[in-house]
């Protein structure tokens, strides 16, 4: 079995960030075994360093909106704005396509990564194993 500490400062006081992000991200233990409870900014910081990957948005419904507005009114004769509609709605159909890729092939293998991804305790250096 390998073995488990930290590849920076080689200190085996580390934690598996999906753990540490369970907990509210509220607790850690120091390099001498003491729990800390941090609060306010502490806080924030070290949730945003153990969160889970974030899937990206997408904007379906707000293309469809634009694409339905967009035939709307390229009938009812405002065509400038018919066609300005339509560029939204196509360029939101490009970003929502993307994020969908995203989310289907790349964002569950960024989340199992972090499922594997560990914290140290000592120097905050995060590492998979
Ligand atoms: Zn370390």
């Known amino acids: 079995m390998e073995k488990f500490m930290c590849p920076h400062c080689h200190s085996e006081h580390i934690q598996k960030c999906s753990i540490v992000y369970q907990n509210g991200a509220s607790q850690i233990t120091t390099s001498n075994g003491e729990e800390v409870r941090i609060i306010g ?5 070290l949730a945003q360093q153990v969160a889970p990957p974030a899937k990206k948005e997408t904007h379906w419904g707000a293309m469809i909106l634009c694409g339905g507005l967009a035939a709307l009114f390229l009938t009812s004769g405002l065509f400038i704005v018919g ?6 709605a196509l360029s939101l159909y490009g970003s929502s396509d993307e994020a969908a890729k995203f989310n289907k092939e790349k964002y569950p293998i960024l ?7 560990y914290i140290c305790n ?7 194993l």
């Not at 066609?83 to 939204?88: A, E, K, N, P, Q």
């Not at 989340?111 to 991804?117: A, F, H, R």
């Not at 000592?122 to 998979?128: A, D, L, M, P, S």
């Open 83 to 88: 066609v300005i509609l339509g560029f939204i």
């Open 41 to 45: 900014e502490g806080l924030t910081q």
């Open 122 to 128: 000592r120097c905050g250096n995060k590492f998979i």
């Open 111 to 117: 989340y199992n990564q972090w499922l594997n991804t």
